[in-house]
């Protein structure tokens, strides 16, 4: 049978082809992706969006979550202050319990507590970039203002929770009127009334005060917790974002990460090939029946 | 009886039959590498003999034909395998392009998507934020405009391929017109026992030309090839061609006529069937998702956007401008321009950011694909890089079955040198046999001239 005498256009093809294979080969070894674009894998392509659409939003989480973690660790630290400050008050008040005090002296504790007062209301103020931490959700209101007295919360009682996670979300603030002036636990009445009764130099209302704003203490304590649980469960959020991470990155590459070793296996393949179809062409495309023919 | 006078005569056409012969083989080495032309061979007979008194006495040899050697079905398969190797190649060529607006995963519709959620996330945590209030919308303007960016290059692609249309059926035109020329000339050849010779490999190269535009099918008549389309328009009848015409219907696509009927739907091969597939049956799927995408996303979000309070304690309007139908994704926008109407708030304090959590719950609604927004950016992506893999196996396969067909040609009508040559050296050495026959008789009529002589 007759061949195809003039095979060219066969080895031009195999040269073509094994060049194409070392292009692959070296496109996945230079981005280290074995699908570079969708037409490569289509399935792996649109997983990976998705898998990169989760690892961004996870990313987000984990920012929202330490500018959280920034704010409830100011109002912790705030609400510390408060009960530092309380602490003071409550000896103040045994102070003033003693029964031994002069007027002048049991003046100037009155001048203190009403010092403290006004110490508590700024804390109670308190901001975290532009927002009051204590105001509900009237973050542009300053939550408490003090006429005479008498200190007003402009708050509200609203509670904001974030998502931390997929699913998970985390209450982020409580109203400043459930820390300070929960009825039974008033802060600024407490403290008002200690004022009043040191005032007044009775020794058995001074107790009493002095008991109300240990009370108030107690139970600001109490509400304190609210801010270390939502630090801790932040740290735990976290911790378990980062190891999603890590997840998401190595099914990433499961997907569409290239197996390098395997790729430069096949680099080398596609080298040998070309290699091989050079070599056969140059011994194949000079052959003529012209070489052994006297030349006369 | 035998005379030295027809030795001579027989070796003189000999000469002349010789020298025919060469020149083919000239012939066939001088276009060893013209594409298209099929190798020639002189066909030689035997001179009709003469019987004198039971002798027969042969007359030499008679150049009969110089023909040329083609196998014609192979030239129709060659037709077939070229229009469905252009086809898939014209679809990878813009599918490609296609696709390489989705390849990016680090920017684009889909990360837009996600970074807008993210935005809202991050304002949760400062709800009364002016600043995060801005990088909201900004993140929900990005999304716009890739909306816009990816739409344009579509419809750039789409303007391209409409371009093309009418440049292919030009060059459709201009082929059929001079292959019917050539179809003319051949039959006549053919009628009159002559073989086409290059009149007819120009023919043939010409229609696969032709079929590397279109799906062509070419039925032997009487009066020559006739050439149809894959649904029987006819391109070329005997000595006459059929022009196709293009032209813009109303949503600007270019239409394809033949003798005043639309033929678009039924052009399935070639370039010009790559094209309109593209065109007619592809890019609609992507700009119909994008579309819904867009309408879907603006819907769900408009609905929980209107469900909370921007800063100033009023209810939610429109975050992104209403947008339906076939421009949703190009008419894609954001509403607002001022940060502090972005309705964070659920119960109108400026601090609460109660409905930010419905506006994030809106990247795990369905649209009215059933799918979640992200899920469905990424089944277009899916789409586009499957028809693109389809296309490129088809490509392969095609390139590879024109590649066969192309050499089996080769093997009938190729050219081989080696060939020629030893050719070369057949009809030399018939040559100068037949000329030495030439002096050999010459000498014996010098021989029977000086019979007698006294020199003799």
């Known amino acids: ?296 | 009886m035998g005379s030295l006078t027809g030795s001579m005569l027989i070796a003189a056409n000999a000469l002349l039959v010789q020298q025919g012969a060469l020149d083919a083989t000239s012939n066939n080495i001088a276009n060893s590498n013209t594409p298209g032309y099929s190798r020639e061979i002189p066909i030689l007979t035997e001179a009709a003999p003469v019987v004198e008194s039971n002798v027969t006495y042969g007359q030499g040899v008679t150049l009969q034909q110089i023909a040329s050697v083609r196998d014609t079905l192979l030239q129709l398969r060659l037709y077939d395998e070229t229009q469905q190797q252009n086809n898939a190649d014209t679809q990878v060529n813009y599918l490609q392009q296609v696709e390489n607006l989705f390849s990016n995963t680090d920017q684009g519709i889909g990360t837009d998507i996600t970074a807008f959620f993210n935005s809202l996330n991050q304002l949760s945590t400062d709800p009364g934020s002016v600043s995060q209030r801005q990088s909201v919308l900004a993140a929900a303007n990005n999304l716009a405009n890739d909306f816009h960016g990816t739409v344009s290059q579509l419809t750039g692609i789409q303007q391209n391929l409409n371009q093309n249309v009418v440049q292919n059926v030009n060059q459709i035109n201009i082929l059929t017109g001079e292959i019917a020329k050539l179809n003319a000339q051949v039959a006549d050849m053919h009628s009159m026992g002559q073989d086409g010779g290059s009149v007819e490999d120009q023919r043939d190269q010409l229609i696969t030309q032709l079929s590397a535009l279109t799906d062509v099918s070419a039925i032997q008549t009487a009066q020559g090839l006739t050439l149809t389309t894959g649904n029987g328009t006819p391109l070329v009848v005997g000595n006459q061609s059929f022009a196709l015409q293009a032209s813009l219907d109303s949503t600007g696509a270019e239409q394809v006529y033949s003798q005043g009927q639309n033929i678009t739907t039924s052009i399935q091969g070639g370039q010009l069937g790559g094209l309109l597939t593209v065109r007619d049956q592809f890019l609609p799927k992507v700009f119909d998702s994008l579309n819904s995408l867009a309408s879907g996303l603006a819907a769900n979000f408009n609905a929980a956007h209107a469900q909370g309070y921007d800063l100033s304690g009023n209810p939610g309007q429109a975050f992104f401008s209403d947008t339906t139908g076939s421009s949703a994704a190009a008419d894609f926008s954001v509403a607002i321009t001022d940060p502090s109407l972005i309705a964070a708030s659920s119960d109108g304090s400026s601090g609460s950011n109660g409905n930010i959590a419905l506006l994030e719950a809106v990247q795990n609604q369905q649209l009215p694909s059933g799918q979640k927004p992200l899920d469905s950016y990424s089944g277009i992506v899916f789409s586009v890089g499957s028809a693109t893999a389809q296309a490129q196996s088809a490509s392969q396969a095609s390139a590879l079955a024109v590649q066969q067909v192309t050499n089996q040609i080769a093997s009938v009508s190729g050219v081989s040198l080696d060939e020629e040559t030893t050719n070369l050296i057949r009809y030399q050495h018939a040559f100068q046999a037949a000329a030495r026959v030439i002096t050999t008789v010459d000498e014996l009529t010098q021989t029977v001239l000086s019979m007698g002589s006294p020199t003799g």
């Open chain 1, 1 to 296: 049978m007759r061949v195809n005498p003039n095979p060219s256009v066969d080895i031009l093809a195999a040269i073509q082809q094994t060049q194409a294979q070392e292009q692959t080969a070296l496109e996945q070894l230079s981005s280290g992706k074995r699908v570079n674009s969708p037409s490569d894998d289509p399935a792996a392509a649109a997983a990976e969006i998705r898998n990169q659409g989760t690892e961004s939003r996870i990313d987000q989480y984990l920012q929202s979550a330490s500018s959280l973690q920034a704010m409830l660790q100011t109002a912790d630290s705030t609400l510390n202050s408060v009960v530092t400050t309380l602490n003071q008050a409550v000896s103040l008040g045994v102070q003033a319990g003693n029964g031994t005090l002069s007027d002048s002296n049991r003046q100037e504790i009155v001048q203190q507590v009403q010092g403290i007062i006004t110490d508590v209301v700024q804390l109670a103020n308190a901001s975290f970039q532009g927002s009051y931490l204590f105001a509900g959700t009237e973050t542009a209101q300053t939550p408490f203002t003090q006429s005479g007295t008498t200190v007003t919360y402009n708050g509200n009682t609203g509670t904001n929770s974030v998502n931390i996670a997929d699913g998970r979300s985390l209450q982020s603030n409580v109203s400043g009127s459930q820390l300070f002036q929960q009825p039974g636990s008033d802060i600024f009445g407490s403290l008002q009334q200690l004022a009043n009764a040191v005032q007044s130099g009775d020794t058995s209302a001074i107790t009493d005060a002095t008991s109300a704003v240990s009370g108030a203490l107690n139970y600001l304590s109490g509400q304190r917790v609210f801010y270390g649980n939502a630090l801790n469960q932040l740290n735990d959020d976290q911790t378990a974002l980062n190891s999603e991470t890590v997840n998401l990155k190595s099914q990433d590459n499961t997907l569409v990460g290239a197996d390098l070793s395997q790729v430069a296996t096949e680099l080398s393949q596609a080298q040998t090939a070309h290699e091989a179809a050079l070599a056969a062409a140059a011994k194949i495309l000079p052959m003529s029946l012209l070489d052994f023919l006297p030349t006369n």
